[in-house]
């Protein structure tokens, strides 16, 4: 299945958000063996000029930059929304809750993942996600 989705999005680019910079580089290495282009940003204020540049098919954020109360995830929902509603949106935090989830996807993301989440089964989502996007 990876490889099917592989063929139509290798001109694709990625944004990765995250405030660890060991799941930046890992996560980065894995979809660019995919062939996708791929940006990562350390905090919101970033990501947000990135998009604000740049044209992404998906974006994979983690809900807190900053420290155990962050919900920055959910602002920078709110200005891919804004700014890029074509783009697929997948929000990950290793501090889930129901109440999270449902608020995550009512404001517009494609997926909430609990970390921690092998690299295989978070491309296997996005590339199916990207595939219905289409």
Same mark, same amino acid.
């Given at each position: 299945? %990876?490889?099917?989705?592989?063929?139509? !999005?290798? !001109?694709?680019? %990625?944004?990765?958000?995250?405030?660890?910079?060991?799941? $930046?580089?890992?996560?980065?290495?894995? =979809? #660019?063996?995919?062939?996708?282009?791929?940006?990562? #940003? +350390?905090?919101?204020?970033?990501?947000?000029?990135?998009?604000?540049?740049?044209?992404?098919?998906?974006?994979?954020?983690?809900? +807190?930059?900053?420290?155990?109360?962050?919900?920055?995830?959910?602002?920078? $929902?709110?200005?891919?929304?804004?700014?890029? @509603?074509? #783009?697929?949106? %997948?929000?990950?935090?290793?501090?889930?809750?129901?109440?999270?989830?449902?608020? !995550?996807?009512?404001?517009?993301?494609?997926?909430?993942?609990?970390? @921690?989440? @092998?690299?295989?089964?978070?491309?296997?989502? #996005? =590339?199916?996600?990207?595939?219905?996007?289409?």
């Amino acid at each position: 299945m %990876i490889g099917t989705a592989v063929a139509a !999005t290798e !001109t694709r680019r %990625i944004l990765v958000v995250d405030d660890e910079e060991t799941i $930046l580089d890992a996560t980065s290495s894995y =979809f #660019a063996s995919y062939g996708f282009r791929v940006d990562c #940003a +350390r905090e919101r204020e970033e990501a947000e000029a990135l998009v604000s540049t740049c044209r992404y098919s998906l974006v994979i954020a983690d809900m +807190r930059l900053t420290g155990v109360h962050g919900r920055e995830g959910l602002e920078l $929902l709110g200005y891919l929304r804004e700014r890029c @509603p074509w #783009a697929v949106v %997948i929000v990950l935090t290793a501090y889930g809750s129901g109440e999270l989830e449902r608020e !995550t996807l009512r404001r517009g993301a494609h997926a909430f993942l609990e970390k @921690p989440l @092998p690299l295989s089964e978070l491309a296997r989502i #996005a =590339f199916g996600l990207l595939g219905s996007a289409a």
